[in-house]
């Protein structure tokens, strides 16, 4: 039970530390019980000298079971064996940082390649190729150099370089002995052996030389190496993450999709494994395949033809569209997800409006903070409104029923429309939006917002270009229609004969006179500019 009550609390931050002092206190009493019995004060001499002393005294001969009852539920129980216990125990050191206190346990069980990893971890490499190195090889003036000769890896003086001769026979573990002497000296050379010594089939070694060759950006060699990794443990994530992910690079498009449909039949809760998969279908064509180019068995040749003519050119879309939503229903924090949602979404056709609603309104959630206005896809946004007035009559009255029309406008009117700030384009937008709503007011308020954007980057550019000049002129001309076609109409939500702007010649000259005095330095021969004469001259006669 104890047991048991330690493992539990060993996954949880609030009590992991006194899961492990229960282990801890379970693998003394166990020591105690299985190597000293002749002292009523039960303890036993380790091997560096100290005394181990059971947290539990040893129950009298009355209060214990005799050993047969106990045999009778060995199965039941399947209680693990002392080893077991302490390797476990050290196991949870580590995972706490406790390096030498896990470093005693495993040099006591004889467990090298851990013994090896804890003083590596201790900034102490040259004991972890001393111990690795005595394990695999033999020293060429014949001296023993098993790991057993020595009591203390700090009484052994023998030279590193000297284990040269291959040990015959070796140790059952020598696949990843080699694997770890490898990662230490970064020798891909130790990889191989540990690949040939295992008669190909350990696995970690051609993930480490994939990984090793990754590194040297020797992209084909790594694939070959995860490939063959793969054919030894087909069952492992990672590998098939990494392998995807270097076809990728090599723009193998067709095994990248191989390889992370691989991956996600084994996790399908890995987001960028979802996203790196849209990310490979886009770029197949058409008509290809999606497992490296494998023929289809049902399919005669005869009737090959007869298929390609009806292949979906958005079929790969479609897939891709699939798995980036899924990518960001698990990693809904990831703004790169959702913006390459929106980019797959609207190359549909038909294009899922609701569904692009969403990922822009996400996008706004996750980035109008730190880029404002920057954050919505402007393109996007006026297919939109496109749409939404395709498909309602002029005059619309928005709705609580749900659907398209009610997620733009709250978008918009909700998200957007306060993000606004430098925008004219985005004014624009709303301005035309306003219109089809029948809200003369609002339109006008936004033609007026974008003029003050245009005439604001205008005196604010440290020298005004061309283009600038004409962005105000054209903002003027959009204000003065605006001006003239909305001035006389009635404000909604007001009282019966309340003009939407009353003294809209007024405002219209005044607007026109403020571009004027802008652009008459430098722009007065402009064609822009004496278009802006020609409207205040027009005004002043009417």
Same mark, same amino acid.
């Given at each position: 039970?104890?047991?048991?009550?330690?493992?539990?609390?060993?996954?949880?931050?609030?009590?992991?530390?006194?899961?492990? =002092?229960?282990?801890?206190?379970?693998?003394?009493?166990?020591?105690?019980?299985?190597?000293?019995?002749?002292?009523?004060?039960?303890?036993?001499?380790?091997?560096?000298?100290?005394?181990?002393?059971?947290?539990?005294?040893?129950?009298?001969?009355?209060?214990?079971?005799?050993?047969?009852?106990?045999?009778?539920?060995?199965?039941?129980?399947?209680?693990?064996?002392?080893?077991?216990?302490?390797?476990? =125990?050290?196991?949870?050191?580590?995972?706490?940082?406790?390096?030498?206190?896990?470093?005693?346990?495993?040099?006591?069980?004889?467990?090298?390649?851990?013994?090896?990893?804890?003083?590596?971890?201790?900034?102490?490499?040259?004991?972890?190729?001393?111990?690795?190195?005595?394990?695999?090889?033999?020293?060429?003036?014949?001296?023993?150099?098993?790991?057993?000769?020595?009591?203390?890896?700090?009484?052994?003086?023998?030279?590193?370089?000297?284990?040269?001769?291959?040990?015959?026979?070796?140790?059952?573990?020598?696949?990843?002995?080699?694997?770890?002497?490898?990662?230490?000296?970064?020798?891909?050379?130790?990889?191989?052996?540990?690949?040939?010594?295992?008669?190909?089939?350990?696995?970690?070694?051609?993930?480490?030389?994939?990984?090793?060759?990754?590194?040297?950006?020797?992209?084909?060699?790594?694939?070959?190496?995860?490939?063959?990794?793969?054919?030894?443990?087909?069952?492992?994530?990672?590998?098939?993450?990494?392998?995807?992910?270097?076809?990728?690079?090599?723009?193998?498009?067709?095994?990248?999709?191989?390889? %992370?449909?691989?991956?996600?039949?084994?996790?399908?809760?890995?987001?960028?494994?979802?996203?790196?998969?849209?990310?490979?279908?886009?770029?197949?064509?058409?008509?290809?395949?999606?497992?490296?180019?494998?023929?289809?068995?049902?399919?005669?040749?005869?009737?090959?033809?007869?298929?390609?003519?009806?292949?979906?050119?958005?079929?790969?879309?479609?897939?891709?569209?699939?798995?980036?939503?899924?990518?960001?229903?698990?990693?809904?924090?990831?703004?790169?997800?959702?913006?390459?949602?929106?980019?797959?979404?609207?190359?549909?056709?038909?294009?899922?409006?609701?569904?692009?609603?969403?990922?822009?309104?996400?996008?706004?959630?996750?980035?109008?903070?730190?880029?404002?206005?920057?954050?919505?896809?402007?393109?996007?946004?006026?297919?939109?409104?496109?749409?939404?007035?395709?498909?309602?009559?002029?005059?619309?009255?928005?709705?609580?029923?749900?659907?398209?029309?009610?997620?733009?406008?709250?978008?918009?009117?909700?998200?957007?429309?306060?993000?606004?700030?430098?925008?004219?384009?985005?004014?624009?937008?709303?301005?035309?939006?306003?219109?089809?709503?029948?809200?003369?007011?609002?339109?006008?308020?936004?033609?007026?917002?974008?003029?003050?954007?245009?005439?604001?980057?205008?005196?604010?550019?440290?020298?005004?270009?061309?283009?600038?000049?004409?962005?105000?002129?054209?903002?003027?001309?959009?204000?003065?229609?605006?001006?003239?076609?909305?001035?006389?109409?009635?404000?909604?939500?007001? =009282?019966?004969?309340?003009?939407?702007?009353?003294?809209?010649? %007024?405002?219209?000259?005044?607007?026109?006179?403020?571009?004027?005095?802008?652009?008459?330095?430098?722009?007065?021969?402009?064609?822009?500019?004496?278009?802006?004469?020609?409207?205040?001259?027009?005004?002043?006669?009417?």
């Amino acid at each position: 039970a104890l047991l048991v009550r330690s493992r539990i609390e060993g996954y949880k931050s609030r009590t992991v530390e006194r899961g492990v =002092l229960q282990l801890q206190a379970l693998v003394d009493q166990v020591i105690v019980e299985t190597s000293s019995k002749s002292s009523s004060n039960p303890s036993i001499q380790v091997s560096d000298g100290s005394e181990t002393s059971s947290f539990l005294p040893r129950p009298k001969a009355s209060e214990a079971a005799p050993a047969s009852e106990r045999l009778r539920y060995i199965h039941q129980l399947a209680s693990p064996t002392r080893w077991e216990l302490e390797a476990e =125990l050290a196991s949870r050191w580590v995972s706490l940082g406790g390096l030498r206190t896990a470093l005693e346990i495993y040099e006591r069980l004889q467990m090298w390649p851990e013994v090896a990893l804890c003083w590596a971890a201790n900034d102490r490499e040259d004991k972890a190729r001393k111990i690795i190195r005595r394990q695999l090889y033999t020293s060429a003036s014949g001296t023993p150099t098993s790991n057993d000769a020595f009591p203390s890896i700090d009484d052994d003086d023998t030279n590193v370089n000297d284990l040269t001769i291959l040990q015959d026979p070796l140790p059952a573990d020598s696949p990843r002995l080699f694997c770890i002497l490898g990662d230490l000296e970064k020798s891909p050379t130790m990889y191989e052996q540990a690949w040939e010594v295992s008669k190909h089939r350990y696995a970690r070694a051609q993930r480490s030389l994939g990984k090793h060759y990754f590194n040297e950006a020797k992209l084909h060699k790594s694939e070959e190496a995860y490939a063959k990794s793969l054919r030894v443990n087909a069952l492992n994530h990672s590998t098939w993450f990494s392998l995807g992910c270097i076809r990728l690079q090599i723009e193998d498009w067709s095994g990248a999709v191989d390889a %992370f449909a691989r991956a996600i039949q084994i996790e399908d809760t890995d987001a960028e494994c979802w996203s790196n998969l849209a990310a490979a279908l886009l770029q197949l064509p058409a008509d290809a395949t999606v497992d490296g180019g494998r023929k289809d068995p049902e399919v005669n040749d005869e009737d090959a033809g007869t298929k390609d003519n009806k292949v979906d050119p958005q079929k790969h879309i479609h897939s891709a569209f699939t798995a980036l939503k899924r990518a960001a229903a698990l990693k809904r924090e990831s703004h790169r997800i959702w913006t390459n949602l929106l980019n797959v979404a609207v190359r549909l056709s038909p294009p899922p409006y609701t569904e692009i609603i969403i990922a822009q309104t996400r996008l706004i959630d996750l980035l109008s903070r730190s880029q404002g206005e920057g954050c919505i896809d402007i393109e996007v946004l006026e297919g939109l409104v496109g749409h939404f007035i395709a498909i309602t009559p002029s005059g619309y009255t928005p709705s609580n029923k749900p659907g398209f029309e009610k997620m733009l406008l709250e978008m918009l009117e909700g998200k957007i429309t306060p993000l606004i700030t430098t925008s004219r384009r985005l004014h624009l937008l709303t301005a035309k939006l306003s219109l089809h709503l029948s809200r003369p007011f609002a339109a006008l308020a936004a033609y007026e917002k974008a003029w003050r954007v245009a005439t604001g980057q205008f005196d604010t550019a440290s020298s005004a270009s061309e283009a600038h000049w004409m962005d105000v002129v054209d903002a003027t001309v959009d204000l003065v229609d605006a001006y003239e076609s909305l001035g006389e109409r009635q404000k909604e939500g007001a =009282l019966e004969g309340e003009k939407v702007a009353k003294d809209w010649r %007024f405002k219209s000259r005044s607007a026109i006179r403020g571009a004027i005095g802008r652009g008459r330095d430098v722009w007065s021969e402009s064609e822009g500019y004496e278009v802006l004469e020609k409207r205040f001259t027009e005004l002043k006669g009417s």
